[in-house]
Protein backbone atom coordinates (compact mmCIF):
# COMPACT_ATOMS: atom_id res chain seq x y z
CA UNK A 1 0.00 0.00 0.00
CA UNK A 2 1.00 3.16 -1.10
CA UNK A 3 1.46 6.08 1.60
CA UNK A 4 1.82 9.80 0.77
CA UNK A 5 3.43 12.69 2.74
CA UNK A 6 3.23 16.10 1.67
CA UNK A 7 5.58 19.08 2.34
CA UNK A 8 6.81 22.47 0.98
CA UNK A 9 3.74 24.69 2.12
CA UNK A 10 4.47 28.20 3.30
CA UNK A 11 3.66 31.98 4.01
CA UNK A 12 4.53 33.94 0.47
CA UNK A 13 3.30 36.91 -1.36
CA UNK A 14 1.66 37.46 -3.87
CA UNK A 15 3.47 36.67 -7.34
CA UNK A 16 5.87 34.61 -5.61
CA UNK A 17 6.59 30.75 -6.24
CA UNK A 18 6.63 27.38 -3.73
CA UNK A 19 7.34 24.02 -4.81
CA UNK A 20 5.01 20.95 -3.03
CA UNK A 21 6.86 17.51 -2.51
CA UNK A 22 4.39 14.43 -2.01
CA UNK A 23 6.77 11.54 -0.52
CA UNK A 24 5.27 8.40 -1.38
CA UNK A 25 6.27 5.27 0.18
CA UNK A 26 5.79 1.63 -1.46
CA UNK A 27 7.81 -0.36 -4.25
CA UNK A 28 5.04 -0.15 -6.73
CA UNK A 29 4.61 3.63 -6.95
CA UNK A 30 5.70 3.40 -10.21
CA UNK A 31 2.24 1.94 -11.52
CA UNK A 32 0.28 5.07 -9.70
CA UNK A 33 -1.42 8.06 -11.39
CA UNK A 34 -1.06 11.32 -8.87
CA UNK A 35 -2.75 14.66 -8.70
CA UNK A 36 -2.77 17.72 -6.62
CA UNK A 37 -5.59 19.24 -5.00
CA UNK A 38 -6.53 21.93 -2.76
CA UNK A 39 -8.86 23.09 -0.17
CA UNK A 40 -10.14 26.69 0.96
CA UNK A 41 -11.78 27.24 4.15
CA UNK A 42 -15.42 27.00 4.04
CA UNK A 43 -15.74 25.31 0.10
CA UNK A 44 -15.00 22.05 -1.35
CA UNK A 45 -11.97 20.14 -2.34
CA UNK A 46 -10.90 20.99 -6.05
CA UNK A 47 -9.00 19.48 -8.55
CA UNK A 48 -5.11 21.06 -9.26
CA UNK A 49 -3.23 18.83 -11.39
CA UNK A 50 -2.22 15.16 -12.40
CA UNK A 51 -0.37 13.04 -14.04
CA UNK A 52 -0.11 9.90 -14.84
CA UNK A 53 2.18 6.83 -13.98
CA UNK A 54 5.05 8.20 -16.23
CA UNK A 55 5.00 11.46 -16.01
CA UNK A 56 4.08 11.62 -19.21
CA UNK A 57 0.61 12.98 -19.51
CA UNK A 58 -0.64 15.97 -17.41
CA UNK A 59 -3.35 17.86 -16.97
CA UNK A 60 -4.44 21.18 -15.07
CA UNK A 61 -7.36 23.15 -13.74
CA UNK A 62 -7.60 25.86 -15.91
CA UNK A 63 -7.03 28.59 -12.55
CA UNK A 64 -3.81 27.00 -12.65
CA UNK A 65 -2.35 26.57 -16.45
CA UNK A 66 0.73 28.49 -16.74
CA UNK A 67 1.29 28.92 -13.26
CA UNK A 68 1.64 25.75 -11.43
CA UNK A 69 3.54 22.26 -13.06
CA UNK A 70 3.12 19.15 -12.01
CA UNK A 71 6.07 16.50 -12.30
CA UNK A 72 7.31 13.38 -10.48
CA UNK A 73 10.66 11.55 -10.50
CA UNK A 74 9.78 7.97 -10.00
CA UNK A 75 13.22 6.49 -9.17
CA UNK A 76 13.08 9.12 -5.91
CA UNK A 77 9.35 8.11 -4.98
CA UNK A 78 8.19 11.85 -5.68
CA UNK A 79 5.70 13.70 -6.81
CA UNK A 80 6.09 17.92 -6.99
CA UNK A 81 3.89 20.81 -7.51
CA UNK A 82 5.86 23.88 -8.88
CA UNK A 83 3.65 26.75 -8.12
CA UNK A 84 4.35 30.17 -9.97
CA UNK A 85 3.09 33.52 -9.96
CA UNK A 86 0.43 32.76 -6.52
CA UNK A 87 -1.91 34.70 -5.87
CA UNK A 88 -4.17 35.06 -2.68
CA UNK A 89 -7.05 32.88 -4.15
CA UNK A 90 -4.35 30.21 -4.37
CA UNK A 91 -4.68 29.94 -0.80
CA UNK A 92 -6.13 26.61 0.57
CA UNK A 93 -4.23 23.06 1.95
CA UNK A 94 -3.03 21.39 -0.71
CA UNK A 95 -2.98 17.27 -0.97
CA UNK A 96 -1.37 15.14 -2.78
CA UNK A 97 -3.26 11.89 -4.10
CA UNK A 98 -2.43 8.47 -5.53
CA UNK A 99 -4.80 5.79 -7.71
CA UNK A 100 -3.54 2.56 -8.64
CA UNK A 101 -3.31 2.53 -12.79
CA UNK A 102 -0.86 -0.70 -13.74
CA UNK A 103 0.46 0.75 -17.05
CA UNK A 104 -2.34 3.28 -18.47
CA UNK A 105 -1.46 6.87 -19.16
CA UNK A 106 -5.23 8.05 -18.18
CA UNK A 107 -4.90 11.13 -15.46
CA UNK A 108 -7.95 11.44 -13.41
CA UNK A 109 -9.08 15.00 -12.41
CA UNK A 110 -12.63 13.72 -10.10
CA UNK A 111 -11.36 13.46 -6.25
CA UNK A 112 -13.61 10.43 -5.60
CA UNK A 113 -11.18 8.82 -8.05
CA UNK A 114 -8.44 8.97 -6.08
CA UNK A 115 -8.42 6.25 -2.81
CA UNK A 116 -5.06 7.54 -1.55
CA UNK A 117 -4.41 11.02 0.10
CA UNK A 118 -2.01 12.54 1.89
CA UNK A 119 -2.10 14.73 5.11
CA UNK A 120 -1.81 18.03 3.38
CA UNK A 121 0.08 21.03 3.43
CA UNK A 122 -1.08 24.89 3.69
CA UNK A 123 -0.23 27.06 1.19
CA UNK A 124 -0.82 31.18 2.46
CA UNK A 125 -0.28 33.84 -0.08
CA UNK A 126 -0.63 37.32 1.22
CA UNK A 127 -1.82 40.44 -0.68
Known amino acids: QVQLVESGGGLVQTGGSLRLSCAAS????????TGWFRQAPGKEREFVAATSWSGGNTYYADSVKGRFTISRDNAKNMVYLQMDSLKPEDTAVYYCAAKWTGNSYSVYVAANEYPLWGQGTQVTVSS
Open 26 to 33: GRTFSTYG
